[in-house]
């Protein structure tokens, strides 16, 4: 990846980590070093100059999202948020973690007046900049803010958020469960084991050796969202399983992921700061977050499966070679096809045919 910055900042990155793994006796929990990795201020990998988004390695950026590979992303996905926004009798749109702020140029266009107001909660002072040159042809209806609206009624949108959220990490060695933090050795960081009462959800499956993740805070994220939404609807897209797949005895390494120039590595102790870590989503947790605190869970299904409900294939007629290559990505099976997945909450409003979820739902496996 090209990185403008220099050596400075992720010097200081690794200081900061440095300091706060001391802070805490020589043992940081996972899900707090991932925290300050991708957002500590001015540091952590969403907070500083450096380009995370574009099409490929030639573009300087990391990885490509869905609204990056195709406009016709935004165009379907806009059908299925202009029912919902009808629904409701609503014309506001949020969306979470706006990165580029593809998605909401697309979603703006291609919704016209059925949206008046366009918020964006979104943490990075340097994405929101970046946004802002992107919807500058907008700007009369978007506004961003670091922190939860109070109320929402209208639709919200999250493409590729609950994946960075932080992650608690566990380790099954045969005999005990252990949560796994991040100690010092010299100068480098390693991984370190402590007893811990957590356990995954699904009791039994582990071998020896299995390292996994809990979702903790985006469960806590979707609950916080269902307190704050007073009528509409939520659609979020992520990569992930439901539960039964994400703890199987064949899945022993666990999810994480780092994404650095358009190449994936496993490990998040290297480079920090320089790269994009991840986790896949137990949906089965998400799902059962919202409706414990509230939601009605609209569907659930594959990103193509709910693409072609949402009219994708029309969107493509009479396009070009490269048009429908790019969206052919958005769909087949070992591209974004069917590991992204989409589900879609509802509160206060009824809807009983969601276009997106119309045929292949999967709510069933959850």
């Known amino acids: 990846m090209q990185n403008d910055e220099p050596d400075s900042v ?3 990155l690794r200081r900061r980590l440095h300091g706060a793994i001391a802070e805490a006796g020589g043992w940081l ?20 100059a450096a380009r ?9 950026s990391d990885f490509v999202t869905a609204p990056e590979l195709s406009p016709l992303f935004g165009r379907a996905l806009a059908r299925q948020l202009r029912q919902a926004l009808e629904v409701a009798r609503a014309t506001e749109l949020v969306e979470f973690g706006a990165g580029s702020g593809a998605l909401a140029a697309q979603l703006l266009e291609a919704l016209g007046d059925a949206v008046t107001r366009y918020t964006i909660v979104d943490l990075s002072g340097t994405l929101r900049e970046r946004q802002r040159e ?3 042809a907008h700007a009369g209806k978007v506004r961003w803010l670091d922190r939860w609206p109070e109320a929402i009624e209208g639709v919200v949108v999250g493409n590729e958020v609950l994946d960075a959220m932080p992650v608690q990490l566990l380790h ?29 959800p699904v009791a039994g ?9 809990i979702h903790r805070q985006a469960e806590a994220f979707v609950a916080t969202l269902a307190r704050h939404l007073v009528r509409g609807a939520v659609f979020l897209i992520d990569y992930g399983f439901p539960e039964a797949e994400y703890y199987h005895p064949q899945r022993h390494g666990g999810t994480l992921m780092c994404h650095r120039a358009h190449r994936a590595d496993a490990d998040p102790l290297a480079d920090v700061g320089d790269k994009d870590i991840t986790a896949h989503v137990n949906f089965t947790g998400i799902a059962l977050a919202g409706q414990q605190a509230g939601l009605d869970v609209l569907g659930y299904t594959t990103q193509a499966h709910f693409l072609i409900n ?32 989409v589900i879609g909450f509802g509160r206060g409003i009824e809807l009983p045919e969601p276009l ?7 709510t069933h496996t959850l």
């Open 10 to 12: 992720s010097a200081a």
């Open 29 to 48: 929990g996972f899900d707090r070093f991932m925290e300050l990795a991708l957002y500590a201020p001015g540091l952590g990998y969403y907070s500083r």
């Open 52 to 60: 995370q988004f574009g099409h490929g390695p030639g573009s300087g």
């Open 134 to 136: 992107r919807l500058a």
């Open 172 to 200: 099954f060695d045969g005999e005990e469960w252990a949560e796994r933090g991040v100690a010092v050795d010299g100068e480098r960081f390693v991984f370190a084991d402590r007893p811990t009462p957590l356990r995954p």
């Open 205 to 213: 499956f582990a071998v020896p050796g299995t390292v996994t993740e």
């Open 310 to 341: 949402c009219g994708l294939l029309e969107l493509l007629q009479g396009a070009d070679a490269r048009t429908v290559a790019n969206a052919q990505k958005l769909l087949t099976e070992h591209e974004m096809g069917e590991l992204f997945k």
């Open 356 to 362: 997106g979820f119309a045929r292949g739902d999967r």
